[in-house]
């Protein structure tokens, strides 16, 4: 999903610091840093774009992906993996397969490629999110974005399978052959705009992915969907009014539960995403709270 916010985490750090409690004596004055060290990006994007366990992560991922859509279409399924008009996580239905070809929806940013160009230009620049920055990068970003580990491989063995794989990204319409030659540029082959290339302002849905996931459906067996955000999957999970605990339950629920890495594939993603608004009590439940004795 495209970036809609980039946290700085050097920032959270610092309020942090700011916060806490005084201590009895003043601390040792901090080591001098040097310019390298005073420079370094936000924690978030070391660990997605730069560590081996990311890496790691990720490419397992991508292992797991090939390995079961080359096993899933030796017995045809009846039914795709996207949720049908109307169907709830409560009450899943998905759409049918009849005859039709088979498919891999993914999102494109965090999913197949890591948008490395502007996420470093906005942490060296200390900037949030700016619209106009990603409008410029979706046009001319080619060759400045990387295929996440592993990628290349597994579209390999899902397209030598037969397997016809579609990019449903939130990048604009309007920039569809930057997004084609992003992606080209990256390794990935050749997505082509209204066929195996979506983007938003295909249809009147918005940043709602569930429209353009139907015409996709309407033509194709989707055995797979992948992303980094849970709007990947279906736009429920990003209803707005949807509190953080109803959310979590939706999707770790039962239902839920029989789709992840069985046709949903999720990847992480700790730079960005609709979770960054919740509270203290959101991620730290309060009875297990806790303080050291005085």
Not at 8 to 18: D, E, H, M, Q
Not at 238 to 267: E, I, V
Request: neutral net charge.
């Amino acid at each position: 999903m495209k970036a809609h916010m980039i946290p700085v985490s050097a920032l959270l750090l610092a309020g942090c610091a700011a916060n806490s409690a005084p201590v009895a004596t003043a601390p040792p004055p901090p080591p001098i840093a040097t310019p390298a060290e005073a420079a370094k990006p936000p924690v978030a994007l070391q660990y997605l774009y730069g560590s081996p366990e990311a890496a790691i992560a990720v490419r397992a991922t991508n292992a797991r992906i090939a390995d079961y859509g080359v096993a899933r279409i030796k017995q045809r399924p009846k039914d795709s993996v996207v949720l049908a008009p109307g169907a709830t996580m409560d009450a899943p239905a998905f759409e049918p397969c009849g005859d039709k070809p088979f498919a891999a929806v993914f999102d494109a940013d965090e999913t197949l490629i890591w948008n490395l160009g502007p996420m470093r230009y906005f942490a060296e620049q200390g900037i949030a999110f700016d619209p106009k920055i990603w409008d410029a990068w979706e046009k001319t970003g080619a060759g400045k974005a990387a295929a996440m580990p592993g990628t290349v491989e597994m579209l390999g063995k899902l397209r030598a399978a037969g397997i016809t794989v579609i990019a449903n990204t939130n990048r604009s319409a309007a920039n569809a052959k930057g997004s084609e030659g992003t992606l080209r540029a990256a390794g990935l082959g050749d997505f082509k705009h209204g066929e195996t290339l979506f983007l938003m302002g295909d249809d009147a849905g918005g940043s709602s992915k569930d429209g353009r996931r139907a015409t996709i459906a309407a033509k194709y067996c989707v055995i797979m969907l992948a992303g980094d955000q849970l709007g990947d999957f279906s736009q429920q999970f990003n209803d707005k009014d949807l509190p953080a605990a109803q959310r979590m339950a939706l999707a770790t629920s039962p239902a839920a539960a029989t789709l992840w890495d069985k046709g949903w594939f999720l990847f992480p993603n700790p730079v960005y995403g609709p979770w960054e608004k919740l509270g203290w009590d959101d991620a730290f439940p309060s009875d297990k709270k806790w303080e050291p004795s005085q």
